[in-house]
């Protein structure tokens, strides 16, 4: 499942997934995921009821309908960084990723290092969206830079 298909980032996500399961038994079967809980609830449903072996999920909802999901169901895997007993998150690490980016120029001598970003106001979002966690990790790293 993914957010948006027309995101570049997504598209060679799905490539890399197609290579990799090549000639293997399985097949990639792509939905939308329409960066909602009621959208995300109805795709994963239909694949569950499909059954299919596994999925992954790319970016779902924070508290959508992963967080009651039994891999007895339908094994899945979230990039989310959330995290759950019931399934398995594959996630960068997105507070040194943003340290690196703030450090490489600051060691330049660069001193106006800035970040744009989407503001988020909801717990949920601030614990596990990666670009609230990029923006956490900008700003430690600023403060480290002084």
């Known amino acids: 499942m993914l ?6 980032f997504f598209a060679e996500i799905l490539d890399g997934l197609s290579d990799r399961i090549a000639g293997a038994r399985y097949q990639v079967l792509l939905c939308p995921g329409c960066n909602g809980e009621d959208a995300e609830a109805r795709v994963i449903h239909a694949m569950i009821d499909r059954g299919m072996d596994g999925m992954i999920l790319i970016a779902p909802s924070p508290r959508g309908p992963t967080s009651n999901m039994s891999p007895a169901s339908c094994p899945p895997s979230s990039s989310r960084h959330g995290r759950s007993h019931a399934y398995d998150t594959v996630a960068d690490d997105d507070l040194s990723g943003a340290a690196l980016v703030v450090n ?9 290092i800035a970040h744009i970003e989407h503001h988020e106001t909801s717990a949920d979002c601030l614990a596990e969206m990666p670009n609230a966690i990029r923006a956490e990790g900008y700003r430690q790293a600023m403060r480290v830079a002084g």
């Open 104 to 112: 490489h120029p600051a060691d330049l001598g660069h001193r106006r």
């Open 3 to 8: 957010p948006d298909i027309r995101n570049p």
